[in-house]
């Protein structure tokens, strides 16, 4: 049976909480209260999944239950509901903790119950978060949330078989994926974890410095030798080393690193003595390695014998579902490292985030988040907060398919989708406009964004109202 989540509408409006709670009672527990005093009352006595609050309660501020709520009931989720208030108290209510807005007098009555079950995925995606943390921290030893989409799953249940045994693996993927923290994953998770995880990025080295760095030299090797050191080989003994871009690597020093692979032996730079090393080699690749192989710029051999197993990281755009709960752990991340009381997201920077192209991966969300949490402003990101490459408005996307290629009914979906998109392109997200252009009523259009599953909000700025603008 389905959990019937617990709302919680304040209103000093009898009507209003007759007409909110007679909309939500069908699929919901639904409380109703005329004051921020029984409001508390309820939240200390009981748990409450949505708070609907009226902004405006006489001799009250709803804007302080917000707070309130955000603070300490964290696990309460809140939508703000008001036909007085100004835009900037509206704005206000938002960056305090709410995550939605509704304008009374409420027309569409359908959005009530849009908000909350967007409202409820959004705190399910929160819990799902945690659950997923603790799960990971119990499965395998790491701190680190990489994702929760199907992909990734594949590839930790892969890493959790591979871990435990003494397995070479190949790891691709493009840059900022995450191919350093699978690698180190591997290691915490073996039976070498009590020695040292060492790691190098082959790609940034010459060719005599990287022999330096992983053999070690003796003292008067080269001319900036001036005394002996011992290598990453040596360093590593006993735990794992990481060999990241390996394919920049040149074919002379493929041979020299496929022998101390195969026979454990290596011989530091200028030195007159072999040495040994009993290390675990995991390396990690952004190039097509199977391409060089075929014209001759990667050896053949070396490939094999890395490539025992295999793990592929997708692209982030390929698997969009990691995007929640990786924003959600990086916020959480910098709140912490920045000493900020928790943050959360409005859902303008959550659909800028989903939509953008992510070239530069894992790597260039956890910065873009850093950045935003640094700026962020009391309780909630907006877009302002975000780099400004990210926070501008996408640019128009090519979303009609070939038509000769697919039925009419994908074809009708496109071209609406397209005409949606290019209507608050022009009107800066103003549903008034964009519906009056359109010819069509504003709640149709709501509902035509709604089915399409395109958020205006992310078509105008979070000063503006839920019209997107002055209409």
């Known amino acids: 049976m389905k959990e019937r989540h617990n709302i919680l509408i304040v209103d000093d409006s009898q009507a209003a909480l007759d007409l909110i709670g007679s909309q939500l009672e069908d699929d919901y527990n639904v409380t109703a209260v005329t004051s921020v005093h029984e409001a508390l009352n309820k939240l200390e006595s009981g748990r409450y999944h949505v708070a609907l609050v009226d902004l405006v309660l006489p001799g009250e501020n709803g804007l302080d239950l917000i707070s309130e709520i955000s603070t300490k009931y964290t696990y309460t989720a809140v939508i703000a509901v008001s036909g007085q208030a100004s835009i900037e108290t509206a704005v206000l209510a938002m960056k305090l903790g709410a995550s939605e807005f509704i304008e009374k007098p409420i027309r569409n009555l359908d959005l009530i119950n849009i908000l909350v079950e967007k409202t409820l995925q959004a705190q399910w995606l929160l819990a799902e978060n945690k659950r ?77 410095l990287l022999e330096s760095l992983l053999f070690g030299h003796k003292k008067g090797a080269f001319t900036d030798a001036h005394r002996d050191k011992i290598g990453f080989f040596q360093e590593a ?180 989708k397209h005409y949606v998109h290019s209507l608050l392109l022009k009107t800066g997200g103003n549903i008034l406009r964009a519906a009056g252009i359109a010819q069509i009523t504003r709640e149709n259009f709501y509902k035509k964004c709604t089915k399409l599953e395109i958020d205006w909000r992310q078509y105008r700025k979070s000063s503006e109202s839920e019209e997107g603008g002055e209409s």
């Open 237 to 416: 003994n006993g735990g794992t080393l990481f060999l990241d871009e390996i394919a920049e690597t040149s074919l002379a020093f493929q041979v020299k690193l496929l022998k101390v692979m195969d026979t454990g032996v290596f011989r530091a730079v200028g030195g007159e003595h072999d040495l040994m090393s009993d290390t675990r080699i995991i390396a990690a690749t952004n190039r097509n390695i199977k391409a060089m192989v075929a014209d001759g710029s990667f050896r053949e051999d070396l490939y094999y014998r890395l490539n025992v197993i295999n793990l592929h990281i997708p692209p982030l755009r390929e698997r969009r579902d990691d995007i929640r709960i990786l924003t959600s752990s990086f916020v959480q991340e910098f709140c912490t490292k920045y000493k900020k009381d928790e943050l959360k997201i409005s859902p303008g920077v959550m659909s800028i985030l989903l939509h953008h192209e992510w070239k530069g991966n894992i790597r260039e969300l956890r910065n873009a988040l850093e950045h935003a949490v640094i700026l962020a402003e009391n309780k909630v990101i907006q877009p302002e907060d975000l780099p400004e490459n990210i926070a501008g408005i996408p640019a128009e996307e090519q979303i009609l398919p070939e038509l000769d290629k697919t039925n009419w009914a994908s074809a009708k979906d496109a071209f609406s």
């Open 132 to 208: 997923l943390n603790a799960m990971i921290h119990k499965d395998i030893e790491t701190n680190l949330i990489i994702g929760n989409s199907p992909q990734i799953q594949i590839l930790i249940q892969k890493l959790k078989k591979i871990a435990v045994l003494d397995t070479l693996a190949l790891i691709t993927g493009e840059t900022g994926v995450g191919k350093t923290v699978f690698a180190e994953l591997i290691h915490r998770n073996s039976l070498r974890k009590q020695k040292k995880f060492v790691a190098v990025n082959c790609g940034s080295l010459t060719e005599t």
